[in-house]
């Protein structure tokens, strides 16, 4: 016999670790004031990229001597810029994970083809050794990995004395973790994770360590005009007071103001962190008391608290195979009842569920939708059986 629906329902469905769902109360009015139909470079377009880098460099405290830029391509876009105009100077260890750092460790090996790279992996749900990592080498990390719910628990491991620059893709950490800016060089995010923002646009974040490296050393590989920073040598600062390499949508640089404002209304980065904080925890109490399903990570201090990944380790459903079918048809079943949608885990990653829980999420909808997980692998472990 099937059990009854839960009687609650979230009231926002959406816990997509990508894009991320809109912050409370977001509408499309509110973009009313966006700089639309005219050049970003004239001077009001310019004026409205230049705010958005202000106010990210107050929510998040960066550091006054650090250049913040927006870029095209999302984090991703970010990212490959850095590893393009800079790395190679010297040797490179990669740290991975989950995806998107072995993306980063095949970029760096395969297509630059730097010779002296070293890849310290880790399978999903844990680490690498981060003792590993060698500072006299540029070093490249993700703060958290947003594909395996695993993130480095501080930066305590980073040498203040490093030789080599460190490059942190923090696109599922900024707005939600707490990021050491003294310990990082290089470090990029995109709009739409922990804010919700619309896609398409990346933060390139670079400290002093890292410009002096772009006006010092040149690759010995064609740099496409879209990764270009330099001119003559010299660091093209223009990028970074809201000249941007090409064009942006001005509409969603008006989303990402939006979404500035209300963190800033909210109280700030402490508001965002323990908003994220007690999202975790509403999920973290409930996988204690459910026999079903564990953290994909492995250690408690390195779980994430934005990118939330699940396994289910019910002993009836012992296989990879029966693990994955259940974790399908559990996504299939709440995607069809419009009580959570885009759940499942990454395609890479290994079966289970990916549950968003930053700052944008509200603790009374993950609350509404545990139920909701209880009675979909109810129903989906018996439809397993039923087939068998």
């Not at 409205?48 to 650090?66: F, H, S």
């Not at 990212?79 to 998107?100: K, N, T």
């Not at 509409?251 to 109280?267: I, P, Q, S």
């Not at 409930?286 to 994909?296: G, N, Q, S, Y």
């Amino acid at each position: 016999m099937t059990a009854p629906k839960p009687a609650v329902r979230p009231h926002v469905a959406h816990f997509s670790s990508g894009p991320c769902a809109k912050r409370p109360g977001y509408s499309v009015e509110n973009l009313k004031t966006a700089f639309l139909g005219r050049s970003h470079r004239a001077k009001p377009g310019k004026a409205r990229l230049k705010l958005a880098i202000d106010e990210t460099r107050e929510v998040l405290g960066i550091p006054a001597d650090y250049l913040i830029g927006i870029v095209a391509g999302s984090d991703t876009g970010a990212f490959e810029m850095a590893m393009w105009s800079m790395l190679g100077a010297r040797g490179v260890d990669v740290l991975v994970w989950e995806s998107f750092s072995k993306d980063w460790a095949t970029d760096i090996t395969k297509q630059l083809k730097i010779q002296n790279a070293r890849i310290v992996e880790a399978p999903y749900g844990s680490l690498p050794d981060l003792s590993k990592a060698d500072f006299k080498n540029d070093v490249v990390f993700a703060w958290n990995g947003t594909t395996s719910g695993v993130r480095v628990p501080n930066a305590d491991w980073i040498a203040a004395d490093r030789e080599g620059l460190t490059f942190c893709d923090a696109t599922s950490a900024a707005f939600a973790q707490e990021l050491d800016w003294a310990k990082l060089d290089v470090v990029t995010f995109s709009w739409q994770k922990v804010l919700g923002g619309e896609a398409q646009h990346g933060i390139l974040i670079l400290s002093p360590r890292a410009v002096a490296r772009l006006e010092s050393y040149t690759p010995s590989w064609p740099m496409p005009k879209i990764f270009r920073m330099t001119k003559g040598g010299k660091l093209n600062r223009d990028i970074f007071e809201g000249s941007t390499i090409n064009t942006p949508s001005m509409l969603c640089v008006e989303d990402y103001l939006d979404a500035l404002r209300w963190a800033k209304d909210l109280g700030g980065l402490q508001a965002l962190l323990a908003r994220s904080n007690a999202n975790f925890k509403v999920i973290a109490e409930w996988v204690a008391r459910t026999p079903w399903v564990d953290f994909l990570a492995a250690d408690p201090a390195t779980r994430s608290n934005t990118s939330v990944c699940l396994k289910i380790v019910d002993p009836e459903i012992a296989t990879p195979e029966a693990q994955a079918a259940v974790a399908k048809q559990i996504v299939s079943i709440l995607d069809k009842e419009g009580v959570a949608f885009d759940i499942g885990a990454y395609r890479d990653a290994p079966a289970g569920l990916r549950i968003w829980a930053g700052a944008t999420v509200e603790h009374y909808d993950l609350e509404g939708l545990l139920p909701w997980l209880d009675w979909a692998f109810a129903a989906a472990k018996a439809g397993l059986a039923k087939a068998a």
